[in-house]
């Protein structure tokens, strides 16, 4: 990698912290139910070529049985996540490489990251292998730390350091010979907004087991003051948008759900629903039937479902489906398997026309997704994975900045809201949602605008620490 500008960083040190969160209700992801959750947090020391030296830091929730589906037992696939995590401390510390964080988090992931991630399965059963996703999601705080340190040491919003004046090179060396024609001479500062807006439209996640109805409600449900059936969320809140969780291996289950929250949604004036099936459909037929009997019984509904989002397995690489049976019926969205540009490339290949993405599996790969996508005339949206603390911030500010279909999604709330009490003493508008909209007006300063020093938090003791 070319180095030349003296605003060229590298690490030179790296603290790891494990934060344990509690959910008030669980939270059903696919065929597992979440009731608790462990979070990542990163310290990145950086220097420049004259030494100077800056901290950023970076968050991601390890969410187990998102990225890693498995009948092996929580435990063992939680231990395995942190393990990695420690790992990676001690990788990204030695990486020998300098530049802008871009350009570094691209070359760690290829030469740091993926040799780490084939040592740890050389080492496991082949019944146990711990998927790519889950390995990028670890990766994603030390990337997103990587992105803040340099904002942090420049003293300017990250946001505005993604252009030719900071980056050494242009969007055609992340893309490769095949893409140089289209991306020479662009950054992806050409693909973010000008002026990102304070305020976006919040999604609220109906989950598989949440309570919709009073006749739903088992006695055992906290009394925290905070609500727990979906019209005092709605009411509350002045929510406009609903995503809703579904089974996809239970066709009446579905499509009872989709109209019971669909009739929910009428009441209230809600605006817009979504529909996420977690991967387990296995063929396009099931998603066609359903949206074709809620075309035909429930129109109304049917109208406002803006997007279906990643009904199928993930792994298109070794299941190419062909879906452009679905998108000719709803906007399909990739969540699961927009794992980077590639996978989004192979996608749009196959029949999908929009991409969910998510800082967790990196800043770096989301802003090359989002800018890879925008050109080849795909959908955005910012999909949750119920982040809390300041997992929160970078994800609101992913929403902001690239432009999505409709606002983003954020759960947190909902399911650990007490967890982040401590951020949203100094961000109230980033932790709750208000008239249907989070407010992002009070990220401000360098890096990506924490206002750490106004954060009263006590970490507990540092995972590993690092330095050269």
Sequence with gaps: MAQGKPTDIE???????????????????????????????????VADVDGKRAEGWGETPLSVQWVWPSTLPYESRHAALKEFCLSLAEAWTNFEARGHPMEVGHEFQERGLRP?????????????????????????????????????LHRVSTYQTYSREHMNH????????????????????????????????????????????????????????????????????????????????DAEWDFKRIVAVGKISITNRVDWLTADFNCTVQDPAYVNAMLDRLRDEQPRIYGMILYVEQPFP??????????????????????????????VKLGRELGWTGVALKTCKTQTGALLAACWAKTHGMTLMVQDLTNPMLAQITHLLLAANVGTIMGVETNSMQFYPEASRPEREAHPGIYQRRGGQVDLSSVRGPGFGYRLAEIQRELPETAISCSR
């Excluded at 609220?204 to 009394?223: M, R």
């Excluded at 070794?318 to 996978?343: C, I, N, Q, T, Y």
């Design 11 to 45: 690490v030179t040190a790296t603290r790891l912290y494990f934060l344990p969160i509690q959910n008030r209700v669980p939270l059903k992801f696919g065929p597992e139910t979440v009731t608790s959750v462990t979070c990542a947090r990163v310290c990145l020391t």
């Design 170 to 249: 242009d969007l055609a060396w992340f893309f490769g010979a095949d893409e140089a024609d289209v991306f020479r001479q662009r950054y992806p500062a050409d693909f973010l907004a000008a002026d990102p807006p304070a305020s976006l439209p919040a999604w609220h996640l109906v989950g598989g087991v949440d309570a919709i109805d009073a006749s739903e409600l088992t006695g055992k449900e906290p009394k925290d003051g905070y609500p727990v059936l979906l019209t005092d969320w709605i009411q509350r809140d002045g929510l406009k948008c609903l995503k809703i969780k579904l089974r996809g291996n």
């Design 116 to 152: 780490l991630w084939s040592r740890c399965n050389a080492k496991r059963a082949a019944d146990q292998q711990m998927p790519w996703l889950a390995a990028l999601v670890c990766c994603s705080a030390f990337d997103l730390a990587l992105h803040d340190a340099f904002g942090v």
């Design 314 to 343: 993930y792994d298109l690489e070794e299941r190419r489906m062909d879906v452009h049976s679905v998108s000719a019926r709803k906007p399909l969205f990739l969540d699961e398997s927009a794992h980077d540009w590639g996978m």
